[in-house]
């Protein structure tokens, strides 16, 4: 295999920007990403598709069953997405997060504070995995004594995400 290289970066304002999931019922995607997440419906077609948002924006999340109306979620050890993320602005943004879906019965598949962030992990009705998550200020994240980025996967500190306001 060979291997890939650019002799030219990519511009660094580039940003991963909106992502379309198809769901199986449209329905069920809005109570979770709006009833449960708290995203805010900014345009449905029918029962077809749906394009929602935080804070009034076109979209950030399209949900549509075109090709997946009754589909059952792809099986495991098959290609696909691996989940979408959604980075919220705050730890008390997080926090609220974490308590809407707590009060929903939503189960986590996991959480972590890798140290440039923290985040729960979950799968929405479809079966599609979502992480949600903060970014710490690049300050604070660790890195090495060389000065190169140092990540880690840690347990996430739910008692001191549950005492944001």
Known sequence: MNEISSSRPIAPAVRI?????KVADL??????YCGVLGFELQQRFGSQAAFISAGGYH?????????SRGGSPPAPGTTGLYHVA?????RPALADALRRLVAAGIELDGAADHGVSEAL???D??????????DRPESEWPRTPAGTLAMFTRPLDFASLLTEK
Do not use: C, M, Q
């Open 125 to 134: 009705r479809d079966g599609n995995g979502v992480e949600l998550y903060r």
């Open 17 to 21: 920007g909106r992502v379309h999931l």
């Open 86 to 90: 959604i980075l919220y602005p705050t």
């Open 121 to 123: 992990y979950l799968r």
């Open 27 to 32: 329905d069920r995607a809005l109570n979770f």
């Open 59 to 67: 979209h950030h999340i399209g949900l549509n069953t075109w090709e």
